[in-house]
């Protein structure tokens, strides 16, 4: 049987896979042992990539609705020229406002998820972005903003190097990692524990990862970054701060100093829940350690602080000499990022440049929270959405309030959604632009390579050909671009050509870029390439730091080793200083809040999501393999609260909230601690109009329908997804 290699699209740690086929189906999937950078790993997701890509719910052409409110099958051409007559108008009578963007989580997992929204949005003009940042890590992207200049400067644990990893919020076991691409990442944790080195986890529940540690603190949702300023506290007053070599591109250290003051161990220890003694013993641990690493993730950051715990995350790392040493925090170098210019002082990051309509939540990294995209489509006067474009998104499920988002879905005067399935949210397109499933896409991370914990680089051709009547998912972002910018006969390519001559005509002015000083359309002319995306990826390899090339990353099927991570400060700053800004001012701004829960929390039992091994948010439900056995939508409530609460295993509860109420059924686990409650989210799957009969055969709850989108970290707009307060009571 031959064989493929596909980089696997279903997390962020980009395993190598090979793929047998038999035709145009896949039959058997295993790791790639040839892979750079896997070595052979490969998880029960991943394993199933077959049934996924096979999955006959996959819609295999386009869906456009017709006058019956019904949808039927159509030819691509039809449906971009449906596109074409109806989306224009409203811009052109109601201004660029009146269409949003929606852009989900497996845009960071395509080609064409990466190379051609930012060319949609520039076509569109609009300001009405919504993405599944502010459902996540907005809160990173600020905090690198600010501290370093670049919001997506975001330094990552040096894994196999480091000596001891101190874990907010992010259980890798499971999710396999997150903002730190490491395939394999439990067998890195292993050979951490295996070199002598420690692991510390903090989160209410004892995870797989927890179980894992050294030390497990099972603290109060929602107050790391309480914990987190005590450790910093801590440092400055038993002397244990050390920048080392950091020292001279730092500032604000001592304006640091002051900030933490109130931070006392003793003083976050109630709110925390940790005793004093514990966080001191943390605090030393992170100094004594050779190299060590802070790394927070999604408890970190769906949470009410969750720009300050992802700015005291490298505080941490600062203060202890870690940021951008060997088996501290660095930061990586991808092979498609243009070639580093000198270091020397930026433009800085700006906060809130404009901000939404409705309730004025201040834009961040061009974005206005999710969690207020009803508000706008549903509020009246100028500038309301009108028209969605929704590109690899299910914010029904995985924004708060899915049923008002439901609604005002439904009210809009057009939408589009490019994805593979009729789910909660594309139910509600107009038209329905399905891309081809993964085995008949090429691939390439030009996110995530930016987040790895080694430099390197890998490009997977499709494995196998296109079906008929499929249109590749770069073709279809190109022709949407088109349709909506009123060109609509134009080439595709001419898309990719515009794209590739504005990005020449800048850097043949850069002296710092390979392409200086050069003829732009001669370069262009010698990119290679079958398609438009292939040469724009081209592009961006030969004006990169490594000076690749398609062709040689062709000639290395299982990818290209660069090294691991090497120091690159001060050159990756950004900052108006040129240096670290430690203490930057809407930091400053945002710690009266921090102060004020200092106060004694109030005794409420706060709701936790949680993720399972063979899932992924809300759309691999739908592949019986994954939706089975432990991957389960429950509540899980520890023993004690069981018994208070007269909750029992297996028996339906019900939990209210400020957004709604939902009944589920209970797990009674020690896993949580006292006083918190556990749903995942990404359940829900009963709303009428679908087509995706496994999910909808075991639905479960939508846990973000207890939410209203109103809790949210002003900073970034991020909703609080983790921690927030819950009433649970048995249903009898
Ligand atoms: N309560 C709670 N809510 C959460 C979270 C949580 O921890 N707790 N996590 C949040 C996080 S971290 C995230 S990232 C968001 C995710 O939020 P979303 O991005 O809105 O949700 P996904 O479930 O990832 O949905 C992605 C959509 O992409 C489609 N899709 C899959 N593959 C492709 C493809 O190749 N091309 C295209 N065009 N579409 C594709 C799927 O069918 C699905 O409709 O959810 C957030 N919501
Ligand atoms: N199997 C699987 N893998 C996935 C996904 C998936 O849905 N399933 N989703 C992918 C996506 S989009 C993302 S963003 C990543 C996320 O990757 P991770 O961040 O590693 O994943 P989570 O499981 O959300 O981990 C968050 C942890 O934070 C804990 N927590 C909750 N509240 C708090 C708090 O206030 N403080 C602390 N310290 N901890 C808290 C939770 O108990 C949970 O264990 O995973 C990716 N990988
Ligand atoms: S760990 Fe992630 S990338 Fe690796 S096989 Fe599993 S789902 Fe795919
Ligand atoms: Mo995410």
Known sequence: MPTAPRICPLCEATCGLTLTLDGTRVTGVRGDRDDVFSRG??????ASFGELDADPDRLRGPLVRGEDGTFREAAWEEAFDVIARRLPPLVERHGADAVGVVLGNPNVHTMAGALYPPL???ALRTR???????????PKHVSSGLLFGDAFAIPVPDLDRTAHLLVIGANPLDSNGSLCTAPDFPGRLKALRGRGGTLTVVDPRRTRTARLADR????RPGTDALLLAALAHVLYEEGLTDLGTLAGHVQGVAEVEAAVRDFTPEAVAGACDV????IRALARELAAAPAAAVYGRVGGSTVAYGTLTNWLVDVLNVLTGNLDRPGGAMFPLSATVPAPRPAGPGKGFALGRWASRVSGHPEAKGELPTAALAEEIETPGEGRIRALVSIAANPVLSAPDGDRLDRALGALDFMVSVDPYLNETSRHADVVLPPPPPAQTAHFDFAFNGFAVRNQVRHTPAPV???????????IHARLILAVTGTRDADPSAVDDMAIARTLAKAVTEPHSPAYGQDPEEYAARLT????AERRLDLMLRLGPYGLTLDRLREHPHGIDLGPLEPRLPQVLKTRSGRVELLPDPIAADLPRLRAALAAPEDALVLVGRRHLRSNNSWMHNVPTLNSGTNTCTLQVHPDDADRLGLTDGAPARVKADGGELTVPVEVTDTVRPGVVSIPHGWGHDRPGTRMAVAAGRPGVNVNQLLDGTRLD?????????????????LH
């Open 128 to 138: 009405n972005l919504f993405t599944a940042s502010t459902l996540d890590q907005m």
């Open 529 to 532: 390439g079958r398609t438009g």
């Open 41 to 46: 790993f490969i998880c029960p997701k991943g």
């Open 275 to 278: 005793d004093a003694g514990t």
């Open 714 to 730: 002003p900073l970034s707009g991020t909703a609080v997804l983790n921690g927030f307060p819950v009433h649970v009571s048995a």
């Open 465 to 475: 050909p296109l079906e008929p009547g499929r249109m590749d998912e770069c073709e």
């Open 120 to 122: 949609l949005l520039g």
């Open 216 to 219: 497990h603190v099972a603290i």
